[in-house]
């Protein structure tokens, strides 16, 4: 068995209680523990190296330490992202560097995680004590925007107001063309883009790669008169593969009204 890379902090008992067999222990700390490493009947004998112990009531007992091993030596623990027993080293950010670190055995293989609180991997030679995942979130990958986005001038309107609805229609990398559709809805009824009647229609159009194209939908003064004050007309837009009713992408909208 063997017990390597561990970190045993402020154990009531024996961290590792030794029974039978020949046991491993090596590049682990221990710190502030009744006991650290304790022989339970005297029959076993672990082979002992490269740990780091500190503040325990008794460090071995009835095992040998190692030739490498460091005694009332601080770790210097500090708290990071995944819990608090991270080594403090100055190029992590910290004053000082914890003597666990670069301490383990140069021919060990290094266990995968680190104990940086900046979350770099460890590097040979290794760090004695518990190593914690390496969390650190990915780069994110940018996801491009792909649908349409419907941009107005204003979403209220008076009397002598420039009316502008424009429309941004960006596709997958592989989409040539789509069927674009832009609706008025007021208040439930629909009108349809081009020619502004309540049948289902829209347009074919050209799309780009890797960039939106835009469409000038409408774009006028509004007119002068009294026509009340109305709140809650929509524009819709969406593009469609050709010939279906499927949405590419998302599916863009704004609201409206005019006083
Ligand atoms: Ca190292």
């Known amino acids: 068995m063997t017990v390597s890379f561990c970190t045993f902090v402020d154990g009531l008992q ?6 039978d067999g020949q046991p491993s222990i090596n590049h682990c700390i221990f710190n502030g523990n009744e006991q650290a490493i304790v022989d339970s009947d005297g029959n076993a004998v672990a082979t002992c190296d490269y740990n780091v112990f500190f503040n325990n009531g008794i460090d071995y007992s009835g095992e040998e330490p190692g030739a490498h091993d460091l005694f ?3 770790p ?3 708290h990071g992202p995944d819990g608090s027993y991270y080594l403090s080293q100055l190029v992590a950010g910290q004053q000082i560097t914890s003597p666990c670190v670069d301490a ?3 021919m060990m293989s290094i266990p995968y995680g680190t104990t940086r609180t900046d979350e770099i991997a460890d590097i040979a ?3 004695i004590g518990f190593h914690y995942p390496l969390t650190a979130t990915p780069t994110p990958t940018p996801i491009p925007w792909m649908g349409t986005q419907v941009i107005m001038s204003s979403d209220r309107f008076k009397a002598g107001d420039q009316f502008k ?4 229609c960006m596709g997958n990398p592989g989409d040539q063309y789509a069927e674009m559709f832009v609706v008025l809805d007021v208040f439930g ?3 349809f883009w081009p020619l502004w009647t309540p049948d289902l229609q829209g347009l074919l159009i050209a799309l780009q790669p890797e960039q939106p194209v835009t469409f000038s939908i409408l774009d006028f003064q509004w007119p002068h008169g009294d026509f009340g004050e109305v709140t809650g007309l929509k524009f819709w837009a969406a593009i469609c593969r050709p010939g279906t009713f499927q949405a590419i992408g998302e599916i863009g ?3 409206f009204g005019y006083y």
């Open 253 to 255: 909208w704004v609201e």
């Open 189 to 191: 009824d629909f009108w």
């Open 104 to 106: 383990g055995d140069p």
């Open 165 to 168: 609805l424009d429309v941004f």
């Open 76 to 78: 210097v623990f500090v």
């Open 14 to 19: 024996a961290a590792i209680l030794v029974g």
């Open 72 to 74: 009332d030596t601080d």
């Open 125 to 127: 030679p290794p760090d």
